[in-house]
């Protein structure tokens, strides 16, 4: 039998040299496996971004991965480095580091003393550049040797391109002159021959000219792939591929080696971490439980502590323990979350609030042996004082040791018709019309029908090539970016584990691996993020506290509130964390939380995950008592039983994976990094039939486990597990006892955290005043920059809006003004001008918001006032009263109204509907009290300012539409075809009337629509504004 | 004083469809890239919802097949400008005010023309002929003229003192204030010009500067406003961009005419006419198609130049449809016949054999060879002028081989024939190898071409030197897919 030879490719690119590799190093990794090499090596361009992928994918297929870069230097020549043991990998590593911290984010610059200075353990390949002429220049070859004695080749790549025998002569003429081996590599571009066209289109956006004057630069033929060995024994004399195999043997690292060092600044000196973690948690306990903690707790933590103990991962622990403190030292709220985060451990260092008296069943779950996840705490920080958390750990730990881990930004549909698009030369007007709404593209794949009516023939070949381009290209990574809040932080230097590169804004740096890749190698990472809600509630704690001198922390709010509980029933959640939006509002109702583990059912049920895995329905009947609560099997109730037997958490779905369908922990933990990863990769496909396999063998119904598969790719979709749940139902209870008892106190609280959240102001300080809170208009006189409280008519307090609402107020001169009002109050525009030194401009939009009112008179009267203000020469003391004063029209309530949503965005004036309402009731509509009051199936005409549209991914095509009243608001549902026929009133009005008929459930009510009028006309000029389609 | 303002509300639009009546929802837009706005769309558009002001994505969502033209502004002032040298039939005082007003003065003319009113219709037929939809008024001053026809009031105010009652309920946008100014008068509750009069001189010149109340001065005729008047060209020239490509004689008939039209006013503005006309076709795909019209007699009589031409186009034969009409007269004289010079001069004889051969064998027989950075080989060369011998396409390809160390190599290794075959040739396969008068040698070297997918031309090939039995060396090449059939593609010298 002819066996053919081994052969190791060691010059390979994946899709992370952006724009060049037109395969995914886990398609190379598979090829390479399946076509039996010996070993491949990844060598993207200046870049180790894809060896983690690559790794893994090498480890599933047992196929020897080595890791290299290709380099070209400013100073020639063009070569690629590999890895050989753990040591040169760190020069690696730094080389990279070094040459894209020199450049540009997205480039590099590197030139041979950097290489000789850092990277002379790694091997070199040497690629001649090839210029015309018999002979090539020798030089950088005889450099190459003296910097690497023994371990520098040169490559030769022959590409069939009429050229190689020619080619071959010179390299081996080359070798004999430097005294450098040669050795056989491919130059590999793509996996497969059947990349070249996507390879091809690659390198036209890359150059940016159209494929069909990209000429000579694309290559000239599709021999950049990996290719059969059969097929390299017949280019290359077997000596060359011997040469691969030997080359591989001397490269011996694998990512496993890795292993990652957590700092030691965390630990006092001369304490050793498990001690000072059990002293920090002894501490927490006696603060947590001043009586002492119950027995169950006690033994929970020692639990805990061993397990961490086990797994040394108390530093870690700590590092997060850390950052809390500081925040903490400084007074910004913050809270845990992730699987870690809701651990007693967590609770006594003070990183969650979770407090086990109210959820003792969440506890026990969140570190789990078998489970083998690294521990994983996300922390959350008030979203506008982040950035000096942020600061802190660059302080501590040294900008050498602490960066950001990165986010893979991929090609969407939307980037990618557009390269491939201009690279295939459409032009420009057709791909703003193919990207301007996306609907041809179902969100896995491109429909023809839907393509067809956007006005394109999905026959067409032009249309088809792009199509099939686009289909290839998206999900391929386009550049690194940071990821929000994902911190790397280190014992070393972080550069001799990952490369670090330039982020885009200054001073910033990013690891080139995003945090899958770190999960992947049980790097750890802590996670800080941004949340407007926790500015919110902080505000409203100090409001409070400075309105009624009683000082509210996230622990000492009263639990379990029966009012609370009943405002959430009612869906009456406008401003509250997480349960306002529609759909959320939808679900009160229904679900009717009346405790905290409620809210956390609540937070998760209303995602993809659940509503995909048709879980939302049966779990509400059971609840409902209108299905009996059943278990197929005892395993089964352990993970189902606080969720009624039915899947709702990410958890319960993997764990279900292993008592239900047998999987192995190990399955399990690559199930959940693929659902993690699955809306970016894809990848769960393999997993359904082992699913459905498994758990038919294990005596469950088909139905049940696609079911729950569905479900997973719910999750893949957008993941929500139960740690997150919980702490997050925490500020949703936080927020909403705010909203029940502190009605102004919130409105103010969130109108000084904006933007944030569903709603805009408008809608806030309308729902707040439905609620009796007494809002006050923005007047020079008393409101400050921020919405403050003052004491209002009642006992209850009233919210003065702030100067920060007028738009186009400087913030500089809106401070002046307060400044010189704590002077002495002013006596008139021109004093105002005077003494706060307001420019012209700042005092027209002060006039324009009505903020002048108390010192002018009407806005007219105002704005004459404001522009008669001479410029850097405010009016002298009485110099207005020698001018005559016009007599000018106050403008109309509807004028006042107009101009209120300009300059403020809201009113507190009528509701625009207000003014029309006559008008309405001749065309016979309902308002929107009105309509609550209907009965299910009665017709309805109704009328509202649009101020929200929504087209949910899991609603197949309905749009859901939000109107608004002086009475409330009112939820339309429009189905796909009254949608398409009505499409310009749908997506046109401002004011939009409906007609159609009332569906209810309970106190959910929707108006089904038949029926859409634009009757915009009738607001004349009134500027509002819809949120749509977020 | 008297002046009569054609105000063009439509003009950024009609420069488009004047050529060819639209349709067809049609929309120009202005601005760039996710800011594109329709500035103005005509009456199908505006019936499917489309509406000034509204983005391009919304107007798309509107109208499925959308003509979206880009406004043109220099193209708006030249269609002005021929406008203006057309008034010039009805007054010697022709003002522009640019972007979209011409100001006749035509107290003078008014009895000429048989009264005002006379004067209007003739104008406003006039424009509607040429294809603009305009509003007239006139006033005693320019600025009132102007706002009234701006405003689309047909009014027509003798006398001066009429002019505050009148101006006083326009909107303030007739002024032409900056965004600033009129954010400010609106603030101030100030709607019309009626409100801005009554507010205290000194007060407002304060406010809003001098300017504004010298604007409104000048409007009210309380100080002078003189207008510099349009001098026209003495050469004719006019085209027309035609909408969807003409490709029959009638259809170009429409916009001819209307050309003609345009040329009868500019004629009749100097008294006089012409003898000959030069229009020229040009084509979609490069290249045009001229019409020469010579007269016996000068002539400017649109109807009958229409006639004439009627006759002429339908013996033109159209290689392509026709993309745009320009019609350019240079010789404006006067009307009365004059004697004709038959005798052009005679042409420079140029002694170079390439125009001497083009002259006897036709234009397009004698050409040269370029080159084009492509790796199909059949498309690596195109014709291109004798002598210039320079890449025709894929230049910036070209430029980028610069730097690409495989291709700038390979241009000079690569071994390519110098005679190829119009078709690669289907070779005879005897025993696995090429036959062709006896079995072909293959050559050890392999050049391996796959490429230009891009436009539905993709080969894959395997090309070969091979010697026949003869000695030829040939170049051949076989597929890589379907049959693996043999060709010859070329021979060497």
Redesign the interface.
Known sequence: MNTLADYAELHCLSNFSFLRGASHPEELVERAAALGYVALAITDECSLAGAVRAHLAARDRQIKLILGSEFALSDGPRLVLLAVDRVSYGDLSELITCGRRAAGKGKYSLERADVARIATRCLALWLPEEIPGPVLDPEPGLWLRQYFPGSAWIAVELMRDGLDGARLARLADLGRQTGLPLVASGDVHMHVRARRALQDTLTAIRLGVPLEEAGCALNANGERHLRTRRVLARLYVPELLAETKRIAGRCRFSLDELRYEYPEEVVPTGEMPAAYLARLVTEGLGRRWPAGAPARVRGLVAHELALIAELGYEPYFLTVYDIVRFARARGILCQGRGSAANSVVCYCLGITEVDPDRIETLFERFISRERNEPPDIDVDFEHDRREEVIQYIYRKYGRARAALAATVITYRPRSAVRDVGKALGLAPEQLDRLTANLQWWDGRDVVPDRLAEAGFDPANPAIRRLMERVRELLGFPRHLSQHVGGFVIARGPLSSLVPIENAAMPERTVIQWDKDDLDALGLLKVDCLALGMLSAIHRAFDLIEAVQGRRLTMASLPAEDPAVYAMIQRADTVGVFQIESRAQMAMLPRLRPDRFYDLVIEVAIVRPGPIQGGMVHPYLRRRRGEEPVSYPSEAVREVLARTLGVPIFQEQVIRLAMVAAGFSAGEADRLRRAMAAWHRRGGLEHFEQRLIDGMRANGYTEDFARQIFAQIQGFGEYGFPESHAASFALLVYASAWLKCHEPAAFLCALLNSQPMGFYSPAQLVQDARRHGVEVRPADVRTSDWDCTLESGRSCAPAVRLGLSLVRGLSRAGARRLVEARMQAPFTGVADLARRAQLARHDLGMLAAAGALAGLAGHRHVAHWTVAGVEPDLPLLEGRDVAEAQPLLRPPTEGENIVADYASLGLSLRRHPLALLRLHLDRLGVHCAAAVRLLSRGSPVRTAGLVIGRQRPGSAGGVIFVTLEDETGHVNVIVWPGVAERERRALLGARLLVVTGEIQREGEVLHVIARCLEDRSELLGALVTHSRDFR | MLWLCLHLPDLALEIFTRGAPANDPLVVVCGNGRK?RVALCNAAARG??IRPDMG???A???A??LR?CERDREAERVALDRLAAWSGQFTSVVSRTPPQALLLEVAGSCRLFGGLERLKEMVSRGVAELGYRASLASAPTPLAASWLAQDGREACVTRQNALAAVLASLPLTCLGLTAKQS??LH???VRTIGDCL???R??LA???GPELIHILDRALGCVPDPRPAFVAPSVFASSLPLPGAVSTAEGLLFPVRRLLLELEGFLRARDAGTRSLSLSFHHAAAGTTPVRLELVAPSRDAAYLTLLLRERLDRVALPAPVEEVSLHVADPCPLAPRNLDFFAPAQAAEGMLIERLRARLGRDAVRGLGQ????RPERAWTYAEPGSGAAV??????Q??QG????????????RPLWLLREPMPLEVRGERPYLDGMLVLG????????G????QDI?R??FIACSGQGVRLWVYRELAGEHRWFLHGMFA
């Open positions: 594109r499917r919802g391009l994505n919304a798309h969502a509107l499925g097949s979206v954010e400010t603030g101030m509750g009554r507010l205290p000194d007060g304060r406010r809003m084009v950075a492509e790796h396409r894929g230049g910036s390809g070209r980028l081989l690409s160390a495989c291709t700038s190599h390979g241009a000079e290794d690569r071994k050890r070297e392999r050049e391996r071409i796959e490429s997918w891009w436009d539905g894959a395997d090309y």
